[in-house]
């Protein structure tokens, strides 16, 4: 976008999109508010304001821009601003707080057991993060429209990942596969263009995001993308868009490793297409399971693998076709007996 003539600015608060790994580059600027905290989306858009007001607005609003906004919030640690830290739930009288939960390793260690009771209020606690954050997103909206910036603009809002809150027995993220955590929400929202109120309810991927908006604004898309473009499917003209969707999740088995305590011990693969879900961790069998996702049940709940030995088959193999040819990634499928989870080999 930037070769193309657009305007590129960035606004983020996490460590994980720092300059120092490269998410930086094609820039014209890249800010970093406060990384890692949560309850700073006020400041991000503080920050988005000024460079709009004082730097886009006088000397640049002729040219088209690209606006990337990375917001910390919702996330542990589960601690929303008032009034959102009572907004649902006001009666709470146990020892659980979110600074007790912190990031979640005295729940996941088992120093902590909450109660049905405890879930209950750091689910309150979360959903009062995203009803924080929802405000200030507001407040960029109404901002962005003030300038005239939505008459014509493309609105992307996704995240990266949910969280866990004792599903399967796990807590936090960066442990699973399971659709807790790996289903985001995402929004595309274009004025006159996209049709208000469409429901895609076929899943994507976020590798999808960077084809989808070059296409949508004209510009070559990479052949070499592993994503595809959402353009036919959003405008109507591609009713069938059920291709396989994979993940991918790294194991951890060295207790020094910052993401250990969180981290599965083995690497996990998954694919899910046409309502089920397959996933393997490498060179254990033992993890192998198949789950249907439908509609009216979004979650993994019952593994049908025993029922479903030929969907089960066809998917393995998908997953394995998948990871050792379009990628570059590629891993041993299981059959060892060595239980040492490997690394994935980047090839050339």
């Not at 309850?39 to 002729?62: H, S």
């Not at 020892?95 to 750091?122: C, K, M």
């Not at 995001?209 to 052949?223: A, C, N, R």
Request: aromatic share 12%.
């Amino acid at each position: 976008m930037q070769e193309a003539g657009y305007v590129t600015a960035g606004f983020v608060n996490a460590y994980y999109v720092w300059p120092k790994f490269g998410f930086g580059d094609g820039y014209d600027i890249y800010q970093v508010i406060q990384s890692g905290q949560n309850g700073n989306a006020a400041l991000v858009n503080d920050a988005a304001f000024d460079w709009l007001e004082n730097t886009w607005q006088p000397t640049l609003q002729d040219k088209p821009l690209f606006l990337y906004l990375y917001y910390y919030d919702p996330h542990t640690i589960y601690d929303p601003p008032p009034p959102y830290d009572l907004l649902y739930d006001s009666t709470y009288t146990g020892t659980l707080t979110g600074e007790v939960y912190n990031n979640g390793e005295r729940v996941v260690s088992g120093e902590i057991v909450p109660t049905a009771r405890d879930i209950e209020h750091l689910k309150a606690l979360y959903d009062g993060e995203i009803t924080n954050w929802d405000a200030r997103f507001g407040e960029m909206m109404t901002r962005l429209n003030d300038l005239g910036l939505l008459d014509n603009a493309i609105v992307v809002v996704t995240a990266d990942h949910g969280q866990m809150f004792g599903e399967h027995n796990k807590w936090t993220h960066h442990n699973s596969l399971y659709e807790e955590v790996i289903r985001v929400p995402l929004s595309i929202r274009w004025s006159g263009v996209l049709s208000p109120g469409q429901v895609i309810t076929a899943p994507v991927t976020t590798m999808d995001l960077t084809p989808t908006l070059l296409d949508l604004i004209d510009l070559d898309v990479p052949d070499d993308l592993s994503g595809q473009s959402l353009e036919p499917v959003m405008r109507g003209e591609a009713a069938d868009f059920l291709r396989p969707i994979y993940s991918e999740l790294s194991g951890e088995t060295d207790p020094t490793n910052l993401h250990f305590w969180m981290s599965p011990r083995y690497e996990q693969r998954a694919v899910k297409q046409s309502g089920l879900k397959f996933i393997h961790e490498i060179r254990n069998d033992d993890g192998d399971v198949l789950y249907e996702i439908q509609p009216a049940s979004q979650y993994e709940l019952e593994d049908v693998s025993g029922m479903m030995p030929e969907q089960t088959a066809l998917l393995r193999e998908k997953l394995y076709a998948w990871f050792t040819v379009p990628t570059n990634f590629l891993f041993t499928p299981s059959i060892h007996s060595d239980d040492t989870p490997p690394s994935p080999l980047r090839l050339p």
